[in-house]
T-cell receptor, first 112, second 113 residues
Framework: DGGITQSPKYLFRKEGQNVTLSCEQN?????MYWYRQDPGQGLRLIYY???????QKGDIAEGYSVSREKKESFPLTVTSAQKNPTAFYLC???????????FGQGTRLTVV | AQSVTQPDIHITVSEGASLELRCNYS??????LFWYVQSPGQGLQLLLK??????LVQGIKGFEAEFKRSQSSFNLRKPSVHWSDAAEYFC???????????FGTGTRLTVIP
């Protein structure tokens, strides 16, 4: 069954800790994206990757890092430099060009 | 600059009533337009999309949207709302070759019996 899997669904981070959110897809899509969602602010782009071993910063990349070593995987690390990481994080994919975006079920990150 | 405006933050309708959610966009290229729906704590699901051709597009769950280039709008409609339609709705704009979709801030729909 094709789709996008994000894990974990819930994640708790202590102050000063780095955490990594997983995003795996078996849709064979080239492009992958990470969005952050906060109430009333819609979706804001953190990073995107259109091809393996290449990625670009989005609008709010500070405090985040990514890698794209495999076509299927695009993990997001929330570093200690991100001062307000509590949010809902969504991973998405698209085929070539901008057709439509397919979304994972999201990871809710909370700082404790 | 590219942007999407959803002027209604929250809309409440009665079950069985008609619905229209507004979306206005600003985009330099020929736009691709999308409507997504999100249930609480879930990802986004595509309702419908417009690339070209007929300006009235049909989507899933009985939704439709009309592209009006002169008004830079892509409003979502449903003739009769069901309680299960309660969710958050996002309008998005992109283009062929663009790196990203631009999303509006969303409209939360509440359905009352």
């Amino acid at each position: 069954d094709g789709g996008i899997t994000q894990s974990p669904k819930y994640l708790f981070r202590k102050e000063g800790q780095n955490v990594t959110l997983s995003c795996e897809q078996n849709l064979n899509h080239d492009a992958m994206y990470w969005y952050r969602q906060d109430p009333g602010q819609g979706l804001r782009l953190i990073y995107y990757s259109q091809i393996v071993n290449d990625f670009q910063k989005g609008d709010i990349a500070e405090g985040y890092s990514v890698s794209r070593e495999k076509k299927e995987s695009f993990p997001l690390t929330v570093t200690s430099a991100q001062k307000n990481p509590t949010a809902f994080y969504l991973c998405a994919t698209t085929t070539g060009g901008v057709s439509e975006a397919f979304f994972g079920q999201g990871t809710r990150l909370t700082v404790v | 600059a590219q942007s999407v405006t959803q002027p209604d933050i929250h809309i409440t309708v009665s079950e069985g009533a008609s619905l229209e959610l507004r979306c206005n966009y600003s985009y330099g290229a020929t736009p691709y337009l999308f409507w997504y729906v999100q249930s609480p704590g879930q990802g986004l699901q595509l309702l419908l999309k417009y690339f070209s051709g007929d300006t009235l597009v049909q989507g899933i769950k009985g939704f439709e949207a009309e592209f009006k280039r002169s008004q830079s709008s892509f409003n979502l409609r449903k003739p009769s709302v069901h309680w299960s339609d309660a969710a958050e709705y996002f309008c998005a704009v992109g283009a062929w070759g663009a790196n990203n979709l631009f999303f509006g801030t969303g409209t939360r729909l509440t359905v009352i019996p």
